[in-house]
């Protein structure tokens, strides 16, 4: 019997949902892979009704439920995590003790083969996302309070948004309104609020990162930069990238494969979101990492 293809979980960025990623699934289920993108709740609280979160901590519970999830029902397939933005933060802390190798020990056959990160945060943990930006306020969020929602004697609660000016089209999609204006107002429309405190609540940091831990993992870590991004600029993009590779490199054991743990790096030319703009390079780039050759 061949060995399955991997399922594709895909985990989205701040401000956005599994809508989003509706184009990629579609073409990689066309090539006969399973996806599943879940819906985080620092921004999806109110679909899933549940109360707002209160840290990071919300997220990457979520994103392990669906792991789990995955893995035990499909237990003759892996999972191939993809992240986008915000999302590579809590899709690699979720990934703690879920890689193969850990899974392996435990028994059991299947487990997180690999972490692809498109334009994500690389932040390292024992920080909150605030202080690893410096303890500024990123330029691209706007600070305000709403009611406590169904609730409002309690107190309100601060969410962050994309800044109105540029606006997210600007900054998340110029190369999808170049192409079709009409779908890169729907994209923006489809942005939502997020809780501020999973970015801000210093007393919950970030608790682990599967790309730092990648020379003990039986996990392979790839990175796709988007060249033309306005809203993580590549340099950016490219400077996290070197200092993960030095953080994994000074993780090292003797003996490690240090060539298969570094952070595969592939890029690609395209805004924010090539999984909108770029759709079937980015569903060839996720086939590659999946195993795929002549893709």
């Not at 109360?51 to 893995?71: C, G, H, K, M, N």
Request: charged share 20%.
């Amino acid at each position: 019997m061949s060995t399955p293809k991997p399922t594709v979980i895909l985990i989205h960025g701040a401000w956005h949902s599994p809508e989003h990623f509706q184009p990629l699934e579609t073409a990689l289920s066309s090539h006969g892979y399973r996806t599943v993108s879940p819906w985080l709740p620092s921004v999806h609280y109110e679909k899933l009704n549940a109360p707002p979160v209160s840290s990071i901590l919300d997220d990457i519970v979520a994103i392990r439920q669906t792991i789990v999830s995955e893995l035990s029902a499909h237990p003759a397939a892996d999972v191939v995590l993809l992240s986008h933005s915000y999302g590579a933060v809590v899709a690699s802390a979720a990934i703690e003790g879920l890689d193969k190798f850990s899974r392996g020990s435990a028994g059991h056959q299947n487990g997180v083969i690999a972490l692809l990160i498109i334009a994500g945060l690389l932040a390292p943990p024992g920080t909150s996302l605030l202080d690893w930006s410096g303890g500024q306020v990123p330029p691209t969020m706007l600070i305000s309070t709403v009611p406590y929602p169904g609730d409002p004697s309690k107190r309100e609660i601060e969410i962050c948004t994309c800044v109105p000016d540029p606006g997210p089209v600007a900054l998340f999609y110029h190369d999808v309104a170049e192409q079709d204006p009409l779908a890169a107002q729907r994209y923006a429309s489809l942005c939502m609020p997020q809780i501020w405190a999973v970015w801000a609540a210093e007393e919950v940091p970030v608790p682990f990162a599967a790309w730092q831990a990648a020379a003990e993992l039986d996990l392979d870590v790839f990175y796709l930069v988007t060249e033309d991004d306005r809203a993580l600029p590549p340099v950016f993009q490219r400077a996290m990238i070197d200092i993960a590779d030095r953080e994994i490199a000074a993780a090292r054991q003797p003996g490690d494969d240090g060539a298969r743990k570094s952070i595969h790096v592939t890029a690609i030319k395209s805004g924010h979101s090539p999984f909108l703009s770029r759709v079937e390079e980015t569903a060839q780039w996720v086939r590659r990492c999946c195993g795929e050759r002549d893709v």
